[in-house]
């Protein structure tokens, strides 16, 4: 499976990846260099993500919360594969991870349909998701017998809410 040919798969955690290579110019055409680089990289101001607005939703690897730990999202049965399946009922994803705060808070959970570029695509939920947008993760364990208290928290996708 290609990673480039993922325009028709479903992204529900992305990572984020950056490189390594040494710098370099960018230049629009007829322009000179820019000197720098990261001005060119969002085109509008409505494309922009404004990370310091806690409920903006970042297509990379990000945790949300400081106590949230052991974050996993792979297709049910491969932990080491990329989360993307294709758009059939026979491939599930398994996300899994750990609060590891003192309380029980209910989370919830939501897909987002994504381009190979891991940007969110133009597709309404409608046509990739039969069910719930978003549904109730309500699959946990309490620790027992450790020395530090945790819940571990788990869902496979699809499931009886959302297909």
Same mark, same amino acid.
């Given at each position: 499976?290609?990673?480039?040919?993922?325009?028709? +798969?479903?992204?529900?955690?992305? &990572?984020?990846?950056?490189?390594? @290579? @040494?710098? =370099?110019?960018?230049?629009?055409?007829?322009?000179?260099?820019?000197?720098?680089?990261?001005?060119?990289?969002?085109?509008?101001?409505?494309?922009?993500?404004?990370?310091?607005?806690?409920?903006?939703?970042?297509?990379?690897?990000?945790?949300?919360?400081?106590?949230? =730990?052991?974050?996993?999202?792979?297709?049910?049965?491969?932990?080491?594969?990329?989360?993307?399946?294709?758009?059939?009922?026979?491939?599930?994803?398994?996300?899994?991870?750990?609060?590891?705060?003192?309380?029980?808070?209910?989370?919830?959970?939501?897909?987002?349909?994504?381009?190979?570029?891991?940007? +969110?695509?133009?597709?309404?939920?409608?046509?990739?998701?039969?069910?719930?947008?978003?549904? &109730?993760?309500?699959?946990?364990?309490?620790?027992?017998?450790?020395?530090?208290?945790?819940?571990?928290?788990?869902?496979?996708?699809?499931?009886?809410?959302?297909?």
């Amino acid at each position: 499976m290609s990673i480039l040919s993922a325009a028709s +798969r479903i992204l529900v955690f992305s &990572i984020f990846c950056s490189s390594c @290579s @040494s710098k =370099k110019e960018v230049v629009k055409a007829d322009e000179k260099p820019v000197d720098d680089p990261y001005s060119l990289l969002v085109d509008d101001e409505e494309d922009a993500i404004d990370y310091f607005d806690e409920n903006a939703i970042r297509f990379e690897d990000y945790t949300y919360k400081d106590d949230i =730990k052991s974050v996993q999202l792979h297709p049910l049965g491969d932990p080491l594969a990329y989360p993307i399946i294709a758009l059939n009922p026979n491939q599930r994803l398994e996300l899994h991870f750990d609060d590891m705060g003192n309380d029980l808070p209910q989370y919830y959970y939501r897909l987002y349909h994504c381009n190979a570029d891991w940007t +969110r695509s133009d597709i309404i939920e409608m046509q990739y998701l039969d069910g719930f947008f978003s549904d &109730i993760l309500n699959n946990y364990d309490m620790s027992f017998n450790t020395l530090v208290p945790y819940v571990h928290y788990s869902v496979t996708i699809p499931n009886e809410s959302m297909r």
